[in-house]
């Protein structure tokens, strides 16, 4: 899991940018769509929405890391409906890519070498929830 400073740095940087975050989810969309066109076709909700929910989820994960253990079954479901949705494995390394680049532009310095990392070591774990639940038997 994460460090107590880890989970500090996550929060900080989402309350960094609390007040133009929509803004800084299009710069994360526009770069996943700059560096992986064969995404976009993936995204049948207009942009604007999409972004909403992003920053929605992005708030979540962060309120649920001094509990994660309760949000993992989320992840889990998360993951299932995403293989519906046609993502692939490796589209979450460009979700990555494309979600540091974004919080790198957005937060310039204060997006530092430690807080980088503590944001690869959150998504790396949330990717792997998520990838568990979409490589899991559909129970019906």
Same mark, same amino acid.
């Given at each position: @899991? ?31 769509? $700059? *560096? ?10 207009? *942009? ?8 929605? @989820? ?10 994660? $253990?309760?949000?993992?079954? *989320? ?19 460009? &979700?990555?890519?494309?979600? @540091? ?23 790396? *774990?949330?990717?792997?929830? @998520? &990838? ?9």
């Amino acid at each position: @899991m994460m460090t107590a400073r880890e989970k500090a740095l996550v929060r900080g940087t989402l309350e960094a940018i609390s007040e133009y975050s929509g803004a800084v989810v299009r710069l994360f969309y526009g770069r996943l769509f $700059e *560096i992986a066109p064969q995404v976009r076709p993936l995204f049948k909700t207009e *942009i604007g929405e999409q972004s909403r929910r992003l920053a929605e @989820m992005l708030g979540a994960i962060t309120a649920s890391l001094d509990h994660f $253990e309760e949000f993992r079954p *989320i992840l889990a479901e998360l993951g299932r409906r995403h293989v519906e949705y046609s993502v692939r494995p490796e589209h979450y390394e460009l &979700l990555r890519t494309a979600l @540091m680049w974004a919080f790198g532009n957005a937060l310039g310095v204060q997006f530092d070498r430690e807080t980088r990392c503590a944001w690869e070591t959150l998504i790396g *774990i949330v990717s792997a929830e @998520m &990838l568990a639940g979409a490589a899991a038997p559909q129970v019906l």
